[in-house]
């Protein structure tokens, strides 16, 4: 912020001066009414050249806050949710200058980014973090740089906190709770709540926040479930591919099937393929019950068609809440280090009442 103030103050001075004569003057936090600059220089991993010349113009002018952002990748309809709403929030029109890098759910690639945007020297370092282990390094530099990190969605385990100044992201811990007292609440109604219950589970990238907390919630209930027992987990690694592959592996290992829990929708996705491909069905008039995570738009459309029975929502909506944080971080407030975005539960009977409800 520094860096950025003392840019704004000059060319507030300067324009104040050059304004003089014709009245008005811009303040410091106001938006710039245009930048000369790209809104978004997407630098793939690959390319490590440093920042076009007319984006360090504009930095060194004050014109724009320039926002580094590593983004996990784009394997999910989440992500890519995720990925919009911070393309969408951090514009040019909204005086931002945006440096985007997909890491292709690589740890290594986003340390890279990291180290790129600091070599860069941005106004603030924005990190979807693949998994939680592994930043201090390179969080450490950035504090020594004294560029302020916002960390979204993920958390990091880091030894000292103050190497990030806020995080936003889900309760995911919650999200699994929920899930297990939907499908609770959904099994009583059906006369099963006393019925052996055979679970199996795709679980996320193992060590992102999302795996941990889901995985966890849903663990700490079934102490409260002794009929339920959970025959296997895997990592479908978030993606649909992945998902079906592994759905394929756990319905040749076992015939008796009755919960299928998917830590995001992408690889429910996938589980109802391999379900269907083997012979079975699922959904609310289905042999396999299906509950997954995130409440994408294409999960709505797999409850509507009869496929899945509920998707706990994971908000990835996460610009507005960012730019929030940079708002007040300019004009030197402090401000909150954790922020949960709000969620809810999705089951399919009021899918197709929702669906034009929802933002993504
Ligand atoms: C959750 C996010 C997870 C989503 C997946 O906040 O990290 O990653 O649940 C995404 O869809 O791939």
């Known amino acids: 912020m520094k860096k950025k103030f003392l840019c704004t103050l000059i060319s507030v001075v300067m324009t104040t001066a050059m304004l003089a004569g014709c009245g008005g003057g811009a303040k410091p936090t106001d938006a710039p009414a245009e930048s000369k600059t790209e809104s978004t220089k997407e630098t793939d991993t690959a390319d490590q050249t440093k920042t076009e010349t007319k984006e360090e113009d504009a930095k060194e002018s004050g014109e724009s806050i320039v926002v580094g952002f590593s983004q996990v990748g784009a394997e999910s309809d989440w992500r890519t949710a995720n990925t919009s709403s911070m393309k969408s929030t951090f514009t040019e029109e909204n005086g931002y200058t945006l440096l985007f890098d997909d890491a292709q759910q690589k740890q290594e690639n986003q340390i890279k980014a990291v180290r790129n945007f600091i070599q860069q020297d941005v106004d603030y370092i924005v990190i979807a973090p693949v998994t939680e282990t592994g930043w201090d390094t390179v969080l450490k530099e950035a504090q020594d740089a004294g560029i302020p990190v916002i960390i979204v969605d993920r958390m990091v385990d880091v030894s000292d906190d103050s190497l990030y100044t806020a995080w936003v ?9 929920d899930a297990a007292d939907w499908l609770a609440q959904y099994l009583d109604k059906q006369g099963r ?3 052996e219950i055979n679970i199996v589970t795709l679980q996320g990238t193992i060590g992102a926040s999302a795996q941990i907390g889901r995985t966890n919630g849903v663990e700490e209930r079934m102490k409260d ?3 339920w027992k959970m025959l296997e987990r895997q990592t479908g690694e978030f993606t649909q591919a992945r998902g079906q592959e592994v759905m394929e592996s756990f319905l040749k290992s076992y015939d008796d099937i009755d919960v299928v829990i998917a830590e995001n ?4 996705f996938g589980a109802i393929d391999a379900i269907k491909a ?5 959904g609310p008039n289905g042999d396999i019950i299906i509950v997954s995570f995130d409440a994408v738009a294409a999960a709505f459309d797999s409850m509507i068609a009869g ?3 509920v998707s706990v929502e994971c908000n990835p909506l996460h610009g507005p809440r960012v730019a929030e944080l940079i708002q007040k971080l300019e004009k030197g407030e402090t401000v909150d280090k954790i922020a949960y975005v709000e969620e809810g539960v999705y089951p399919a009977d009021t899918a197709e009442a929702k669906k034009p409800t929802r933002e993504y």
């Open 193 to 195: 709540g006393s019925e």
């Open 307 to 309: 496929d899945m029975n």
């Open 278 to 282: 083997a012979g079975k069905t699922c």
């Open 169 to 177: 992201g889900s309760n995911f811990l919650q999200e699994g709770y």
């Open 225 to 227: 479930h002794t009929n």
């Open 265 to 268: 929708d992408n690889m429910a």
